[in-house]
T-cell receptor, first 114, second 114 residues
Framework: GQQLNQSPQSMFIQEGEDVSMNCTSS?????WLWYKQDPGEGPVLLIA?????ELTSNGRLTAQFGITRKDSFLNISASIPSDVGIYFC??????????????FGKGTLLTVNP | KAGVTQTPRYLIKTRGQQVTLSCSPI?????VSWYQQTPGQGLQFLFE???????NKGNFPGRFSGRQFSNSRSEMNVSTLELGDSALYLC?????????????FGSGTRLTVV
């Protein structure tokens, strides 16, 4: 089956620093999604990417859909304490009609020191 | 508008018992998906329901089942519980499927099997 390799597994940074995390796959995807999960809550969608090469921003967050369709990265600029949480990438492969498969990465745990 | 509501939030069960979890999607959303989240395996797709029909299914044993009602509310059932079933079970809804800007997740049900 498809595997998503998300790195790094965890990051410890100082407030104000920029952060970068990425996901790679041996298979191509039609869509890349980035989620953030706070403790005790479900994941919340941050950014959705639909086209190879697409670069999308949401406030301090920027994500890109790799040209090869096998990778994506997420950047967070000027981190703040509330950025703490687990960030997940997810790749969607739609194979026609209602058939699709959504695969999640294992997550990146981000800790921000004030 | 109300988000995705999952009940109960926490549950403790004994091995061999069965459990039913409930998910009420966002009003108007017809697709409901279920995920199992564990520290070791991350987010694993269980199944998706759309208009009361199971549309997609992950690689879980038959002990895991679900259904969707005419009002789009969904239930997930796990029979003959095993210790390894301890996990956070997440429900996510969308208008018609993953292609619509991803899912909105609920806060999950934390199941502990003792």
């Amino acid at each position: 089956g498809q595997q998503l390799n998300q790195s790094p597994q965890s990051m410890f940074i100082q407030e104000g620093e920029d952060v970068s995390m990425n996901c790679t796959s041996s298979s191509i995807f039609n869509t890349w999604l980035w989620y953030k999960q706070d403790p005790g809550e479900g994941p919340v969608l941050l950014i959705a990417l639909y086209k190879a090469g697409e670069l999308t921003s949401n406030g301090r967050l920027t994500a890109q859909f790799g040209i090869t369709r096998k990778d994506s990265f997420l950047n967070i600029s000027a981190s703040i304490p509330s950025d703490v949480g687990i960030y997940f990438c997810a790749g969607l492969l739609a194979s026609g009609g209602s058939n699709y498969k959504l695969t999640f990465g294992k997550g990146t745990l981000l800790t921000v020191n004030p | 508008k109300a988000g995705v509501t999952q009940t109960p939030r926490y549950l403790i069960k004994t091995r061999g018992q069965q459990v039913t979890l409930s998910c009420s999607p966002i009003s108007g959303h017809r697709s409901v998906s279920w995920y199992q989240q564990t520290p070791g395996q991350g987010l694993q797709f269980l199944f998706e329901y759309f208009s009361e029909t199971q549309r997609n299914k992950g690689n879980f044993p038959g002990r895991f089942s679900g259904r969707q009602f005419s009002n789009s509310r969904s239930e997930m059932n796990v029979s003959t519980l095993e210790l390894g079933d301890s996990a956070l079970y997440l429900c996510a809804s969308s208008l018609a499927g993953i292609s619509n800007y991803g899912y909105t997740f609920g806060s999950g049900t934390r199941l502990t099997v003792v």
